[in-house]
């Protein structure tokens, strides 16, 4: 397939602008999102209280029990419960009517070990991948994601014609231009699925609130009840009665879901509004690959079954369980976490290559003012990720778990951004990141994912590093 001359000019231009505009933000969204993939083993790595239990989880409303001791549990609020497959310890949380964190706290029902539960690392790390820390994050992460199809489609337009004969060309001796160009083409066609999946399983995810709400004051006319009914095919929504009532156990619940269910894995319980005869407890255990998660909904005081998902579920619920499995690594295939954090950081590869080919093409000799800072901003932010990660990574081993992680996350980010703009120090920030990340991988010795990923990172830096300083010599 051929472009006309005229056809090729406007797919270029739209997959430049798109890419460019979207660079800096896609950057955190897959360097982080490689994080994610490995959110379980982070928490049990960040705590060595959970590491070092093992075994059965042990009874849900015992863990209650210990976790509200001394703390209140707001009305109207609501109460979860979570299971970590790393540990037997059980994380119970608390949340206010209006959904922010009351308190929460990892519970060990045998040794009857309460320790704090709040935001640490990983949660810091998943929050940043889509950008959850402030308000209107993910609807900008979803937006992002669209700009990210686009750019890949029209990428896949301009290159169809020479994608076989290129797909292996690497002239690395060569110029900037051609070099840079040459691995922006080759790992963003063995991306391309890979892309696309995320791309549009991440826009549809980000961007479901905001459509779902346009969609029910439009064709449903405000009538939310009703479309929630359509989607899941039940109605799960109860208005608060504000009457008081007194929750059944959590144990009771789980017992009444899992005859419900029969076989399959549980993680998570959760109770809302606490306290009200309204309340709906919503239990979810492990689905089939692609499937999405097996939920059953029961009436808290009664434990009588409201709505199960997995009875008959609805085309929608179908499309959000292939989105989900795409999207989570949902496939029951141990190794493919560790091929998706690999292509995540080919991506990041792809978008900083993608800018120079910008630069290089429209201004080689950076005489513009908005050529130096678009570069300078490239390399902070390509340089910022793995430092940012790596000061989080070696604070947690060194301290343990910190609600203060998003703050380091941030601050060091901004560091190495502004000291970019005003001076190169690529190499020594490269250098610095191989250091933490080693700290890190010493510091919480462990032979679990995350400290293999730590070493593996810290590797790599002083790869960068070493070559940085070799290329700056010459």
Partial sequence: MKLSPRSFVIEWELHAWSGVLASLLLLPVFFFGAFSLFHGPLEVWERPELHAARGAPGSLSAAFELARQGRAVPAGGRVAVRLNPGTRFIRVEALDADWALAWAVWVDVESRTVIDGRHGLADALYRLHFFDFFTGGTQLAGLIAVMLLVATVSGLLIQLRNLWRERWQLRVSQRLRVWSGDLHKVLGVFTLPFVVVLGWSGAVLCLAGLVGQLVISTAFHGDEARARALYRGATTERALTNVPAAMLELDVL?????????????????????????????????????????????????????????????????????????????????????????LSLAVCVVVVTGNLVWLERRDAQRARRSSRWLERLTTGFAVAMPVSASAAFAVSALRGSQPGAMAVLLASIVVVVVSSLVRRFTARWFAIAAVLFMVAAVGRLSLSSVGVVSALLACGCAWVARRLFLQEKL
Avoid at 276 to 294: I, K, M, N, W
């Fill in 254 to 342: 789980e017992r009444a879901a899992h005859a419900d269910v029969g076989d399959g894995r549980l993680r998570q319980l959760d109770v809302r509004p606490w306290g009200d005869s309204s309340a709906v407890a919503r239990v979810t255990y492990e689905g089939a690959p692609l499937q999405g998660s097996r939920v059953v909904f029961l009436d808290a005081v009664s434990a009588a079954v409201l709505h199960t998902s997995h009875a008959a579920p609805t085309p929608s619920q179908r499309l959000e369980n292939v989105l989900f499995g795409l999207h989570f690594v949902n496939f029951g295939l141990p190794l493919l976490p560790w091929l998706y954090a690999v």
